[in-house]
């Protein structure tokens, strides 16, 4: 706040009202130590497969496990990091942590698991970000085709240019790419135009009414002709029901990622939970039989 001083002050204080601005105040203080502190935590949720509901990839998501508020998350306290120039540092931090975890897991057999990890838009801006992957990668040993990371829609509106530069030194590391949150922002189609995309995540926005709002389903169905044409991999985001995996296994087969099949879980619940149960052939049985 210091560094932006006013500007910060209207920014919070437009959108959120006094109270809410003091508490922003606050967290921003919290922030700057989280890392040595070790407040930060990774929670992973499975992406699994609609023909069979075989796991195969898992999203990290970032907690904050504050000592007084408990746990926030990250759509709370990334805009503060970004606004407050700790979000590179807390990005290198998810970056370590999670590819140290995908190694892990691929040491135990898991070596068909896709890791996908957010990246901010300050970390698509920031020239060192891509040494610091390789660094990080060799460090670690995590072979760079376990790893995807995602951009978010709303990110890219910045600089075209900027954005096509660093996706194509991502993927010449034979890392992938997932758009995420599709269809949310003006960008989407624009962004498929003009950058080397290898996976769309449609925005859970879209899914939300899918069995019951007909206009949801053109749209989504658009969509996945879209996606086909292009050959792009699709995540469908947000099921949390029956019904919803039910009316897209019926469009289409594609991997999901949604409450239904677990929320994001810490690290050890996520392997015992997740990776060590058959939990998912259960499911399988469940959808086999609800959607045939
Ligand atoms: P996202 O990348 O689109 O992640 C999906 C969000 O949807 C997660 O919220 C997840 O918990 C939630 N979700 C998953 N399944 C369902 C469902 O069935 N229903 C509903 N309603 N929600 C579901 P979360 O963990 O609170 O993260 C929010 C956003 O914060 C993420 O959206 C992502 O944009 C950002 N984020 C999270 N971790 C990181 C990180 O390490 N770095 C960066 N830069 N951003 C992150
Ligand atoms: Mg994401
Ligand atoms: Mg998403
Ligand atoms: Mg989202």
Redo the contacts with the bound molecule.
Sequence with gaps: AKRKGKNQYCFFSELTGNNEYKLLMELEKDLKNVVQNRELEL?Y?PIVCSKDEEIVGV????RWNHPAKGII???KF?PIAEESGLMPVI?YW?LEEAIKQGFEWKQKGFNKLILS????MSQMKDHSFIEVLDNVLSNHLLSPAMLQL?I?ESDIGFDLKEVREFINEIKKRNIKIAL??FGAEASSLLSLKELPIDVVKID?NFIKNITAKPLDQILLNGIFEITKGLHLDVIV????NKEQLKYISSCINTKL????FS??LPAPDFEKDILGMDMFKTEQEIACMSVK
Excluded: A, K, W
């Design positions: 929670y949720q999203e990290v998501l970032l998350f990250p759509n990334i990005g998810v990890v957010n990246i901010s995602e978010r995420d949150d859970q985001e947000g099921i949390e990622q949604g409450f239904y929320p994001p």
